[in-house]
């Protein structure tokens, strides 16, 4: 025999009749307005702390009824390099530095070799190639 089937009902439809095991959390619906001058209540649990602004509809910021504006947090700004180095080195020192690298780049001494011993990068020896572009760049062929 064929089994019965539920006619008007889709799979996962929610039943006709909801029926609820619990009641709601009470709740409080706080005032707030916004620099636009519109007012709004946002509804909340009554055991919660609601918030000192909330956004409008409109995209400002609306205060709740009755408080002062939060005070604004310092804004704490990114560093670039050139700060940070500012704050180790003033800038006769950068430019001695500077001019103390130029000349040593012009005259093929590096200072900087020496202290870093087998680290250094030698610049007269030619650096490894890439096997597969040893013919000139064109591709092998397998």
Known sequence: MSEPTLRGMRIGSAPSLIQRASDLVPRVAYSY???????????????VEPPVVWDCRCGAVGLRN?????????????????????????MPELEA????????????????????GDAAIDISRPALSNPRLSNGGARKSA
Request: hydrophobic letters at 35%.
């Open 33 to 47: 307005t916004c620099p636009q001058g519109h007012e709004f209540s946002v509804p909340m649990a009554t055991d």
């Open 66 to 90: 009755g408080e002062q504006p939060p005070v604004a947090r310092a804004v704490r700004t990114s560093r670039s390099h050139w700060d940070i180095l500012l704050e180790r080195r003033s």
């Open 97 to 116: 530095l500077l001019a103390e690298r130029l000349a040593a780049l012009h005259t093929g001494d590096s200072p900087s070799a020496d202290a870093m």
